[in-house]
């Protein structure tokens, strides 16, 4: 498979204030990258920043030593039932619908290689970079399992946001978007940028991508002559209507749906928010519902291809199984994973349970990991776009060992 240099766009469009147009990839929070590749499977992948505390969102109630070691963050009584040793956080109620629809799953006791520092950005990076803690990083999984795909299209990744996403940057082809500017776009302001951008391949690309996008997306914001002679505030205030339109989550989430039921087949997007040193309860629910929402959001907008698709939402590391004296908790190890998805074999916690005594935690203080969170995107890879075990041990996940076997999470 040829593979293609990379460009950044999102440089050039955070720069070139004339390109208004770019309100048309809102949502304007979070980056989001997509990557168009054959086949009928979708992936899609959420990062969640901050350390999502999986004790809390999966609660081992059955343990008989959860509520000691979290007496304000427990529940005796729960109401979201998953089996008869786990219950799902109160607050999410759409995933427990689709938990009893067969199209939610979790993974416990996982985590990646990274040990002890628990910094957020490095953890963040071997999540995304898929390497063994001290490995080189230099692209991120996602990216390496597109350059594995025969008959990858040029354009394969886009990115939406003011931050780079590491799990999608590499050698396969990728294009940035940025949302900054909220001007609208004439035809006589676009015909101007393209000749006077006509010899530079960066940004006349830059250009197509983001009039075409648009054009997709979002017509209206492609004025035509008598347009463009409006009043400049009755502009600027329908541009600024509709960034506030699509600001949050939803708007991430509806903007990848309608890229997934074209020709992108591969996504992703993070969400913050997980970081809860301090008034867990609070905090933790309202992560929780934005990420619920996003998850319904896409199965909503999706319509008949959630059938087909795969969501992966995975964390930098779990949080201490003990709460603090701000009825919060402080970076940990052990964690869970979530997979939902018409796509997926649901209604299953996956993993095994290494127990709450303190002679069973790491360090005497987090969740004991007990398989590698990579094994859960590898079979996820191995499932939807029959990654083979040599290009995920070689290439996609250099030093994962498949040897435990891979979770069935793909129906």
């Known amino acids: 498979m040829t593979r293609h240099t990379s460009l950044s766009r999102r440089g050039f469009l955070k720069n070139a204030g004339i390109l208004g147009c770019s309100l048309a990839a809102s949502p304007l929070v979070t980056p989001v990258s997509l990557a168009a590749t054959p086949g009928d499977h979708r992936l899609v992948v959420i990062v969640l920043r901050g350390g999502m505390d999986g004790l809390d969102l999966v609660r081992p109630v059955g343990d008989p030593l959860f509520a000691d070691h979290r007496p304000n963050l427990s529940m005796a009584d729960p109401k979201l039932p998953l089996t008869d040793f786990y219950a799902l956080h109160p607050a999410a109620d759409k995933l427990h619908d689709l938990w009893t629809a067969g199209e939610l799953a979790f993974g416990q006791a996982v985590s990646t290689p990274y040990r002890d520092k628990r910094s957020h950005f490095d953890g963040q990076d071997i999540l995304e970079a898929g390497v063994n803690a001290g490995g080189a990083i230099r692209d991120g999984w996602l990216n390496r399992l597109v350059q594995t795909m025969p008959d990858t299209r040029l354009r394969t ?161 779990g949080r201490t199984v003990r709460q603090n004296g701000s009825k919060g908790t402080d970076h940990g190890t052990g964690g869970t994973v979530i997979v939902a998805g018409g796509a997926v074999r649901g209604g299953k916690i996956y993993g095994d349970w290494p127990g709450l005594a303190e002679e069973d935690l790491y360090n005497r203080r987090d969740l004991m990991p007990t398989a590698d969170i990579r094994l859960y995107a590898a079979a996820a890879m191995r499932g939807l776009f029959n990654a083979t075990p040599s290009e995920i041990e070689g290439t996609i996940f250099p030093g994962l060992d498949l040897s435990p076997g891979l979770p069935k999470i793909i129906a």
Do not use: C
Not at 228 to 239: F, V
Not at 245 to 269: C, P, W, Y
């Open 157 to 317: 990744a886009l990115a939406v946001g003011r931050e780079d996403l590491l799990i999608l940057s590499g050698d396969a082809a990728t294009s940035g978007w940025s949302p900054d500017v909220t001007l609208p776009l004439t035809e006589a302001s676009r015909l101007l940028m393209a000749r006077v951008y006509e010899h530079d391949p960066l940004f006349s690309a830059a250009l197509d991508e983001a009039v075409g996008l648009t054009n997709t997306l979002h017509p209206e914001l492609l004025l035509n002559g008598d347009d463009a002679a409006s009043d400049p505030a009755d502009i600027m205030s329908n541009a600024m209507m509709m960034a506030k339109d699509h600001d949050g989550i939803n708007s991430v989430a509806s903007f990848t749906a309608e890229m997934l039921k074209q020709d992108t087949r591969i996504a992703s997007f993070s969400i913050g928010g997980w970081d809860t040193h301090v008034a867990q309860p609070g905090n933790f629910k309202r992560a929780l519902g934005t990420l619920q929402d996003a998850i319904m959001t896409l199965k909503a907008d999706l319509g008949a291809t959630w059938g087909k698709t795969t969501v992966l939402a995975m964390t930098e590391f």
